[in-house]
């Protein structure tokens, strides 16, 4: 075996430096989570409760198989909006009766379980994680549609919700909908669409038009269980295939229709004796500097998050600013590129793009650990032909077929975002650390060239520079990007899937990588033009 040495002190001041910033950076974002964990607050959540009915989170809860884990997805959604955390909707990965499955739960304490653009961007990147992964998809519905005052954001992209589940059912992933109240209008397609639909007694209202539209739009009388009630569509409609007597009920039927599916997944289910790491994840928390131009050594994650700490490195030599090679986790095989001192120059390009090759040729995942600044400039290193081997290796993870996964530890600036698969690359996952931060530069950079350009501009007009309002703006500018660059902040745009503790990532890893073998692995054979 070739397991990795490791020269981290836990005893060393820089240690417990870096552990107590990280500290600190999880304890900022646990309280983000518990804005999302409180739904719509005590007043509405008490309202819910005196109703008879469980939260979104009890619901899947009593849907999991017991004792299973459960990834939540995008928890921080709509962070830094004039909307909820967590967007009033609950999303997830979690083993149904045995079944991996996607999950998503509407959260009625949030204005009624009503959808904002956030809810929708949130529900739109749940249907393609189940498609891309074959996942079965089960609704858990409880929804009076969209957030009418923003109706404007959602309308037209929302139409892709239905188009979702139709595109679903076509390529042979279920989809289920356990409907506990209202799902209404536009809502009201969700168990039309889906290939299963539990309805329960007395508190399901699917219809597309309630009451008061119906007397508006046709002058009608009619009341809520005769127009759209859970045994009107099991008696006389026939939208419910099933009819539950409570929302106890509704989820034991939903489980039976997930064992009734009798899933099969294209590949292997984790390995339950795969080898540990050899070093404690406990010591994840104090490998990242609070300051990220101070590098450090991925190796040292790598070692604490693979089976057996065991990595069989590819080029160690060449190109050292990225390390690569091959390792398992949970028993599956995995390709790494892991960022080694930020910059990205030529050979680490090229070694990148021959890694992916190789990975794609033997049908293995790609997982990315991201801490890089971008790519090298300078006159040099642009005569040295860094653009065209940037962009070898941009090409070649552009073109992969074989699942990414994507964690951001450190940095993940400019175009050495998109070669170490940020999100526009379609990674099956990405994930942040609470040190991740992300730009098309660094705050102090991005604000440096701002003002050279601002100087260069009054010379050539032969006008006086105001020092001062100089100085002013750069501090402006790098406040902005300093603030935009954050995990949250990315996260509540849904430009990760969650922001993470590092102590977590050998997990939440397993858990992706168990997910993607739903579907088949396979790589690419063929390539666009790489400029030699």
């Known amino acids: ?157 929302g139409g892709a919700l239905f188009r979702d589940l139709t595109r679903l059912s076509a390529a042979g992933i279920p989809t289920v909908a356990v409907v506990f109240g209202n799902s209404t209008a536009g809502g009201a397609y969700v168990p039309g669409m889906s290939d299963h639909t539990v309805m329960v007694k007395e508190r399901a209202k699917v219809f597309l038009g309630g009451p008061p539209l119906v007397k508006m739009a046709t002058g009608e009388e009619s009341d809520d269980e005769s127009l759209g009630g859970a045994e009107m569509h099991a008696r006389t409609s026939g939208l419910a295939d099933f009819f539950a007597a409570d929302e106890q009920d509704a989820i034991r039927l939903a489980r039976r229709i997930v064992h009734r599916l009798h899933w099969r997944r294209a590949g292997a289910a984790p390995d339950p004796l795969a080898e540990a790491p050899k070093y404690d994840e406990e010591e994840l928390l104090g490998i990242v500097p609070g300051d990220l131009k101070v590098p450090f050594d991925p190796r040292e994650v790598i070692a604490r998050i693979v089976d057996g700490s065991d990595f069989d490195e590819f080029k160690p030599l060449y190109g050292t600013s990225l390390a690569t090679g091959w390792a398992t986790l949970h028993g599956y095989p995995v390709g790494i590129l892991a960022n080694a001192q930020g910059v990205l120059f030529s050979a680490e390009s090229q070694k990148a793009a021959q890694f992916i090759q190789l990975a794609n040729q033997r049908d293995i995942p790609l997982l990315f650990l991201h801490n890089t600044t971008g790519y090298m400039v300078g006159k040099d290193y642009e005569q040295g032909g860094i653009i065209k081997h940037g962009a070898m290796m941009i090409n070649a993870v552009a073109n992969s077929t074989v699942p990414h996964i994507s964690v951001l530890m450190g940095s993940s600036y400019g175009a050495g975002h998109y070669g170490m698969c940020g999100r526009a690359y379609d990674p099956r996952f990405l994930f942040a650390w609470p040190s991740a931060k992300s730009a ?93």
């Open 440 to 532: 098309v530069m660094g705050p102090q950079q991005l604000a440096g060239v701002l003002s050279i350009v601002a100087r260069q501009s009054a010379a050539a007009k032969g006008a006086p520079y105001d020092e001062d309002a100089d100085a002013a703006i750069r501090a402006m500018v790098e406040q902005q990007i300093e603030a935009e660059s954050l995990p949250a902040f990315l996260s509540g745009r849904l430009y990760d899937d969650g922001v993470i503790d590092p102590r977590d990532t050998r997990t939440v890893l397993g858990l992706c990588l168990s997910a993607i073998h739903n579907a088949p692995v396979e790589g690419a054979r063929g390539y666009g033009v790489f400029r030699m």
């Open 1 to 157: 075996m070739t397991v990795l040495p490791t020269r981290l002190d836990p005893g060393s001041p820089d240690y417990a430096a870096h552990r107590t910033a990280m500290l600190d950076k999880l304890a900022g974002l646990d309280a983000e989570h518990a804005k999302a964990l409180a739904g719509g607050g005590p007043k509405y959540v008490e309202r819910h409760r005196k109703r008879g009915k469980l939260l979104a989170r009890e619901r899947i809860e009593l849907l999991l198989d017991p004792d299973s884990a459960f990834l939540e997805l995008s928890p921080l959604a709509a962070w830094g909006s004039d909307y909820p955390v967590g967007a009033g909707l609950v999303t997830g990965i979690g083993v149904v009766a045995g079944t991996e499955c996607l999950i998503t739960a509407n959260d009625p304490t949030v204005r009624g379980g009503a959808s904002n653009p956030w809810t929708l961007r949130k529900a739109l990147r749940a249907n393609e994680i189940a498609l891309r992964n074959r996942l079965p998809l089960i609704n858990l519905v409880e929804s009076g549609g969209a957030d009418l005052p923003s109706q404007k954001e959602i309308f037209i992209p």
